[in-house]
């Protein structure tokens, strides 16, 4: 398949802004040419025009994920950020992708179940290089609303004792203990039970596992345990008798929620 050439133009050296510097610090991190290597027989050009370079466009979207923009908002940005145009290797004055071609370009890693793929790559490449460190894991799930109730048909009901009942899809996240990495991630419907992906989301080695009562007790709490990690799970339960009983959960619960609402900002985002 025919590709454009980007990046013919040389950039001028000149000192560069802290954000420029931070991403070329980031891009050192990662060896690019494996995850070319997956990329090969990806082409989001419309029929009949040169595409572009997919690690190019795989570039773009780590930027859009890392600064929380549209696609509407990256095209916007690549056309006027030079950090932004180096870090994805086009030159000064050469035209950047538009909008359709990252909807297309998501659609094509979908397609061939790249997006797996690459964010397992990501992930190898920055424990190997020592940027995540292990110490503990986060687990919960959210709800994602579907957008249309009447012709989303793959969608499903979640009812909630608290809340209105939501119709749509559930995200099963774990990520390190900072809740800075995402570890894992898998989407269902929405009436699948939180701990239903722990096994699919859950790193080896996890070391103390945070969760809410969803993961308490059972096989979420074998199935952490055989990979050499610590259940540390809210409790509805009661332990014991008395005042002397009920404080030790009610503190057990309080230092483990202080941990575990760090997912949160991750939802958040």
Not at 62 to 82: H, I, K, M, N, Q
Not at 134 to 139: A, F, H, I, Q
């Amino acid at each position: 398949m025919a590709r454009r050439r980007i990046g013919q133009e040389d950039l001028i050296a000149r000192p560069e802004p802290r954000a420029a510097s931070s991403l070329a610090e980031l891009a050192a991190l990662l060896d690019w040419t494996e995850i070319d290597r997956h990329l090969a027989g990806i082409s989001a050009a419309v029929k009949g025009e040169p595409g572009w370079p997919p690690l190019a466009l795989f570039r773009a979207m780590l930027l859009a994920t890392w600064y929380d923009l549209s696609d509407v908002r990256l095209a916007e940005a690549l056309g006027d950020r030079a950090s932004f145009r180096r870090f994805c290797g086009f030159a000064a004055h050469e035209p950047t992708p538009e909008r359709t071609t990252f909807v297309r370009f998501r659609r094509e890693l979908v397609r061939h179940g790249l997006d797996r793929v690459l964010f397992e790559a990501v992930t190898c490449q920055l424990e190997a290089r020592g940027v995540m460190v292990r110490t503990g894991t986060l687990v919960d799930a959210t709800l994602i609303p579907s957008a249309s109730i009447c012709s989303d048909g793959e969608a499903r009901w979640a009812g909630h004792r608290r809340r209105k009942p939501v119709h749509g899809y559930k995200a099963h996240v774990a990520t390190d203990e900072t809740a800075g990495l995402v570890r894992g991630v898998e989407v269902t419907t929405a009436n699948v039970h939180d701990a239903a992906e722990l096994e699919a989301v859950l790193p080896p080695e996890p070391g103390d596992v945070y969760g809410d009562s969803a993961f308490t007790g059972g096989p979420a709490e074998r199935l952490i345990i055989s990979r050499d990690g610590r259940p540390r799970t809210v409790w509805t339960g009661i332990w014991g008798r008395g005042p002397e009983a009920l404080a030790r959960l009610e503190a057990h619960n309080a230092a483990v929620r202080r941990v575990r609402c760090r997912i949160e900002k991750v939802f958040g985002t």
